[in-house]
């Protein structure tokens, strides 16, 4: 992989290193929302919640539209989802060893 195509990875990598971006991301996984109920849904606060749509966003994982005053946010990356269920199914098969340890 040519440096550059590292560097795109590892903003991939970075955005979904905070824990607010995937709550959101599972959040948006029920569909399209509003950012008033996606930071209802994730327990913070808007200005909060609109910064880290504004990331994801940008690294193309969600997209948003506008009605009136309203802006709502999807999921623009399915993948993102195949990523996390590899991350989740490893990290699950770890922990399971560990505990076999002590059975």
Do not use: W
Request: proline share 2%; glycine share 4%; aromatic share 6%.
């Amino acid at each position: 992989m040519s440096s550059d195509a590292v560097n795109v990875v590892a903003a991939r990598f970075k955005v979904l290193s905070e824990p607010i971006r995937l709550q959101i991301l599972q959040y948006l996984e029920n569909g399209e929302s509003s950012v008033t109920n996606v930071t209802k849904g994730v327990n913070s606060t808007q200005p909060n919640v609109s910064k880290h749509l504004k990331m994801l966003q940008d690294e193309g994982l969600v997209a948003k539209r506008q009605d009136g005053n309203t802006v709502y946010y999807r999921i623009a990356d399915q993948t993102v989802f195949e990523l996390c269920d590899v991350v989740c199914g490893s990290l699950k098969a770890k922990f399971s060893d560990r505990s076999a340890m002590f059975s």
